[in-house]
């Protein structure tokens, strides 16, 4: 069986599943949001500040940066020059 020959299989499956929900008659029923949506708002702004903190440029550290020149070798271990690294 070919990896096309799978995909398409689970293609149908997934397909024939969700058309069996679908199909399925139930009563319409009103509720109110609940919790879900502010824990889920909740993870969300989470992440975004999260991710908003960790990129930016300040180290967790001391509050500054250590910056110097270090010597730079090519493969084959000869110097090349240096270049400023700042940690």
Known sequence: MSIKTKIFAVALTALTLTGSVVATTSQAQAKPLG?????????????VVGSAIAASNDPYYNRYHRC??????????????RVRTCF
């Open 68 to 81: 110097g020149w270090a010597a730079q070798y090519n493969a084959f271990g000869q110097y090349v020059g």
């Open 35 to 47: 919790w879900g949506v502010g824990v889920g708002l909740g993870i969300a702004t989470a992440a």
